[in-house]
């Protein structure tokens, strides 16, 4: 709070500052049902501050609508699937926390270095195998990421204004068999399999 006095100051702690003032989102990586209730609790209604948890597998789906509640958004992944002892059903944590949370508040991660940037458009596909409608796994991976960071008047979604950032795909990006024909950074040429030799 605001205070007449003065704090000493503490050159360590500078970079919590625009924490605080919102400028950037803390990442949380937090799984589970226990350990993600408690950072919506730390994180949001203790401190107030801008985050979002990552990972967000295994039982925490069923904080879906607390989350909602808080206006939350789950970035979730790499693992997209958890076998309920309870009901002997293989769940897909895409397609709970979708079911609550709708197309614009769930993203998709890699985990990276764990699972290499490069499979990201595997984790939207294994989303989509696993239940989550095909619209929304690619969502998860270009607008609800660039909004989770605050940069979706930047990125995100192909519109007049925004970066030219692009990648063209042989075909359908969550389909495996598909790989990239050319990625534009800027509006110029960053990979192109024909002169780089193919990556992905």
Not at 39 to 55: A, K, M, N, Q, V
Not at 63 to 74: P, Q, S
Not at 112 to 121: G, K, Y
Request: charged share 25%; net charge neutral; hydrophobic share 40%.
């Amino acid at each position: 709070g605001k205070t007449k006095k003065k704090p000493a100051f503490d050159p360590s702690l500078e970079l919590f500052r625009d924490l605080f003032h919102h400028k950037f989102p803390v990442c949380v990586h937090t799984q589970i049902y226990q350990p993600v209730l408690s950072t919506l609790r730390i994180c949001g209604d203790e401190f107030g501050l801008w985050y979002y948890p990552t990972h967000s597998t295994f039982d925490a789906y069923k904080l879906a609508k607390e989350v909602k509640k808080r206006g939350v958004f789950i970035n979730c992944g790499p693992r997209k699937y958890y076998f309920d002892r309870k009901t002997w059903e293989m769940v897909g944590f895409d397609r709970e926390w979708w079911k609550v949370l709708g197309d614009d508040m769930l993203s998709s991660n890699t985990d990276a270095p764990i699972v290499p940037l490069e499979e990201l458009p595997l984790q939207a596909a294994m989303a989509s195998r696993l239940g989550l409608p095909p619209e929304a796994a690619i969502r998860g991976i270009t607008i609800n990421n660039a909004r989770l960071l605050g940069v979706e008047k930047r990125m995100g979604s192909i519109e007049k204004g925004k970066d030219a950032d692009l990648v063209f795909w042989t075909g359908d990006p969550l389909d495996p068999e598909s790989h990239v024909l050319m990625t534009i950074v800027n509006g110029h040429i960053a990979y192109d399999p024909d002169r780089d030799g193919r990556l992905f």
